[in-house]
């Protein structure tokens, strides 16, 4: 299993048989790359070529050079008869459909076909990714934009449909935000939607979240759109507060269903740096008072003990309780509970995680010094 994905079922017992099957695979799968690397020496830039690549990269998508193979080919295929850098709407009618590029438009509808193909199987391959984001950017520069928006719209679909499969696939989350950002340029934008699409994503990232909690890029997403959001909303003090509020709810809804998912003790940090004096001005509220990041830490404080309660072997409690503990200190100038009780924490860490004897014992000294 691979974030909940089953893996294929395990090879077959190699008997001499299936050792001398794979033998002729071996020498066919050499033959074919000497075929295709003969193809581009001579500048063979076809249709056939373009197959021979196919066929090759079915069996190793890994295979970047082939990749970049491709692209000549296809970059070969592209180019009009007389003018290699025209693009179709500089072209006599170019926006009407007839005048289309109609050899460009197939070309780039079956290559995205065969890319995803192998996307099904493949999920985590950059090579395959990368590649089917330089399709739609050759759409950009050689189709109408009305052909490309609706280009990139399909793929906000298609990763949506990936992401449905394995929510945790970085490949995709990295593709989304790519896919996001394209619609909303200018050329490309859909005004009947409006310019933004951050309250869309950020309330994607909600369901993605609920779905699983345990999700990194769901999170990052969300750590890098709030402000965003709030910006373009632009929300007053107390809307910050109510959306801070919401956010630490949720985040403890998620720690109490599993308080060892360091996705969700990462998110948790970052939300703690809006009561650091030193990011204040960064945070999503900037304009807490002394005393609410005080009251703010104290109430954190104590979810955390309470979550100590229930489970007193897990080390990522014990971190957020002593760097809450030391920002408290730093602001406040006292600690948040007995001194005693912070080198229990840190002696704890010692000995739930050994392998970091160097860092708990930094950690330590740096109690020692607050």
Known sequence: MSHGVPRSSEAEPRTEQVRQRELKKIEEYKALVDIVEGKIKDQIFTRESLQLTSRLLTLNPEYYTIWNHRRRILQHQFAPPNSHDLSLEEQPG???????????????MSDLSFVFSLLRKFPKCYWIWNHRLWLIQ??????????????????????????SLDNRNFHGW??????????????LRDESVGASMTKDEFDYTTRMIRTSMSNFSAWHNRSVLIARLLDEQAANDEDRRKLLDEELILIQEGLYTDSRDQSLWFYHQNLMCTFDPAF????????????????????????????????RDCKWIYQALIQLALLYKSSSGSWPVLPESIGAWVASLQALDPLRHGRW????????AA
């Open 94 to 108: 170019g926006k009407s459909p007839d005048d289309l590029n109609k050899n460009t438009l197939e070309l780039l």
């Open 138 to 163: 050759q759409a950009s520069t050689h189709l109408p934009t009305p052909t490309v928006r609706k280009l990139w719209e399909g793929e906000l679909l298609l990763v949506s449909k990936m992401l």
């Open 174 to 187: 990295g593709y989304r935000r790519i896919v996001v950002a394209a619609l909303e340029r200018p050329q």
């Open 280 to 311: 204040a001005s960064r945070s999503i509220v900037p304009n807490l008072s002394q005393h609410d990041r005080l009251t703010y830490m104290r109430s954190e404080t104590d979810k955390l003990l309470e979550m100590l309660e229930d489970d």
């Open 361 to 368: 014992a930094d950690l330590q000294q740096r109690v020692r």
